[in-house]
């Protein structure tokens, strides 16, 4: 893993096709985002990655499910490919940090301007 990672951690991935959840180490850089079966394997190529220029967010879907009879906290990262995923934190705040580390760079990605110019006066519309 060249690119640093801006948030990483332990998190449950509901699988896509099979509905079952496993617990995935997940890493968040700039580009995209990763997960490995462990941090013990993050020197392998991930299981996956999530490419952040077809994420459109992450969302607190404000769903719980009991993983392992533990509460786990449920946000999706929804996709323009037509898939959406679904990952869970143990605790809340765990889970609001994905959601804002998510959103935070897929908007830095999609928002090149970081200032406005006033380039026309909108009072040469106004009838003088």
Same mark, same amino acid.
């Given at each position: 893993?060249?690119?640093?990672?801006?948030?990483?951690?332990?998190?449950?991935?509901?699988?896509?096709?099979?509905?079952?959840?496993?617990?995935?180490?997940?890493?968040?850089?700039?580009?995209?985002?990763?997960?490995?079966?462990?941090?013990?394997?993050?020197?392998?190529?991930?299981?996956?990655?999530?490419?952040?220029?077809?994420?459109?967010? #992450?969302? +607190?879907?404000?769903?719980?499910? &009991?993983?392992?009879?533990? =509460?786990?906290? !449920?946000? %999706?990262?929804?996709? $323009?490919?037509?898939?959406?995923?679904?990952?869970?934190?143990?605790?809340?705040?765990?889970?609001?940090?994905?959601?804002? #580390?998510? +959103?935070?760079?897929?908007?830095? &990605?999609?928002?090149?301007? =970081?200032?406005? !110019?006033? %380039?026309?006066?909108? $009072?040469?519309?106004?009838?003088?």
């Amino acid at each position: 893993m060249s690119t640093k990672a801006h948030r990483s951690g332990y998190i449950y991935k509901k699988g896509g096709l099979i509905k079952s959840t496993k617990k995935r180490w997940l890493v968040l850089n700039v580009n995209e985002l990763m997960y490995y079966e462990s941090i013990k394997v993050i020197d392998e190529p991930p299981i996956d990655r999530i490419y952040l220029r077809t994420v459109t967010c #992450a969302e +607190n879907t404000f769903k719980t499910e &009991k993983i392992n009879n533990k =509460t786990a906290y !449920e946000f %999706v990262v929804k996709t $323009t490919t037509g898939r959406d995923y679904q990952m869970y934190c143990e605790t809340e705040s765990e889970r609001d940090l994905w959601v804002e #580390a998510i +959103n935070k760079i897929t908007h830095q &990605k999609k928002s090149p301007v =970081t200032q406005f !110019e006033k %380039v026309t006066d909108p $009072t040469q519309f106004l009838g003088k």
